[in-house]
């Protein structure tokens, strides 16, 4: 077949993990600590052509010291953002069926986002770093993924591990492969398990979008509310300039109003934070739907190795009946009708050509069904595990966002209540 995704993965996972660790239900994350610690910016060029790019500092330490793993005990060191969507390229090959976790994204992706555009701003440089800290955190949970020999070489080879990846050939697997998913594919029996699938990954894409943008909206407003307030205590600060009795009174209540107008930018970074968690699985939804397309592109691979089988046999039926007029003696009339008939030897290479195609037609089938069946029952296995992460992340992520509405109504009420016992105070 073309796309023998499978096989591909069996090879990789008899590769990097030992019999011992196969049986393993954990995952490297229970025995290791893996931090992104800081970022910085380099330079790169000759005379005056500069170019800069951001490095990531990876810190590795193995928390277990009972633990048998090949990871060495502390290790540091720094990666740039290409070779992390390296390693997530080749994850995608390897473990085709895998929903994989995604990585932050490059650069602003979309318009209500509240965030710097420029990739070299400190902030969003910081927020990438975190991203990618989650990336390799959602990795190493993984009880597959984590004891993968070309991703713990990321986290502690310093040099030689791109190298390494390019040798075995995967950029240009992952090149083609990659390419093969984009096209459209039209089933005559499409799964209705994936369908279903694929049919929640666009509804999960589309409502923590639209979540998304609800509120940028708002807390563009919240924003602009709050700071609106500074008004209000530049206000009160002049008039209690000018009354003696209610001077005191009104320079308190325009302190409480300018601190509710500076107390808002705390508040809404942790909720950008917030609204990251919940982006993360607006791309965890692009990942659940290629899974699907890879899911469609075996699927698809079948029903063409069924169709040229029909149409081989269909080949061969019109070859013996061609035989059986020689035979009947009405050869001399199909010569004079259509042109040169072949003859009963020829005919009977052909059928016995036919045959052979076939048999290897149906052997391709069977190869294919098989493979088909396998890639189903691993994907539908990881989708389970991720429906139940993301049931457990979403709901936390939920709950801390009210939390923080909680919280940021509190302090407003209470900056309120000040505002009015210093009014009610005045003599």
């Not at 969507?85 to 895998?98: D, H, K, N, Q, T």
């Not at 009354?243 to 509710?260: C, I, N, R, T």
């Not at 190795?305 to 199909?334: F, H, I, P, Y």
Request: aromatic residues 10%; proline residues 3%; hydrophobic residues 40%.
């Amino acid at each position: 077949m073309e796309d023998n995704y499978i096989k591909d993965s069996e090879e990789k996972e008899n590769a990097n993990i030992s019999p011992k660790e196969t049986d393993k239900k954990d995952a490297i994350i229970d025995h290791l600590e893996i931090c992104v610690t800081e970022a910085e910016k380099r330079e790169t060029g000759a005379l005056n052509i500069r170019d800069f790019y951001t490095v990531y500092l990876i810190e590795t330490k193995v928390m277990d010291p009972n633990w048998g793993g090949s990871l060495t005990t502390f290790s540091s060191l720094w990666r740039r953002y290409s070779e992390f969507e390296l390693l997530r390229a080749y994850l995608e090959v390897s473990y085709p069926y895998i929903v994989l976790p995604p990585l932050p994204e490059k650069k602003v992706m979309y318009a209500w986002q509240k965030v710097a555009s420029d990739t070299c701003d400190p902030d969003f440089v910081d927020r990438r770093r975190a991203g990618l800290e989650n990336f390799l955190l959602r990795v190493a949970s993984h009880p597959l993924l984590s004891y993968d020999q070309q991703f713990i070489g990321f986290l502690q080879q310093e040099t030689g591990w791109r190298e390494s990846f390019k040798d075995a050939g995967y950029l240009q697997r992952a090149e083609w492969k990659l390419k093969a998913l984009s096209v459209a594919v039209r089933l005559k029996q499409p799964d209705r398990r994936f369908e279903a699938i694929k049919n929640y990954g666009n509804e999960l894409q589309s409502n923590l979008g639209s979540f998304l943008r609800v509120r940028a909206r708002a807390v563009e407003r919240v924003y602009t509310v709050h700071k609106l307030h500074t008004n209000y205590g530049r206000v009160f600060s002049e008039w209690s300039a000018r009354e003696k009795e209610m001077g005191d009174g009104l320079q308190k209540a325009g302190h409480y109003l300018d601190s509710l107008a500076a107390g808002v930018d705390a508040p809404l970074e942790e909720e950008e934070l917030v609204a990251d968690q919940l982006k993360e699985y607006l791309f965890f939804a692009g990942a659940l739907q290629a899974v699907c397309r890879r899911q469609e592109a075996l699927q698809l691979a079948l029903e063409r190795a069924e169709l040229q089988v029909l149409s081989r046999t269909a080949e061969k039926d019109g070859v013996q009946r061609g035989n059986l007029l020689c035979l009947a003696g009405r050869a001399g009339l199909m010569s004079r009708l259509f042109g040169v008939v072949d003859s009963e030897e020829v005919l009977e290479q052909k059928v016995s050509l036919l045959d052979q195609r076939i048999q290897e037609g149906r052997s391709s089938i069977s190869c294919a069904r098989e493979e088909l069946s396998e890639f189903s029952a691993l994907a539908l296995t990881d989708v389970e595990r991720f429906q139940k992460q993301k049931v457990l992340d979403i709901r936390e992520t939920l709950a801390s966002y009210v939390s923080l509405q909680i919280k940021m109504c509190r302090k407003n009420l209470q900056t309120w209540t000040h505002v009015r016992d210093c009014l009610e105070g005045i003599p």
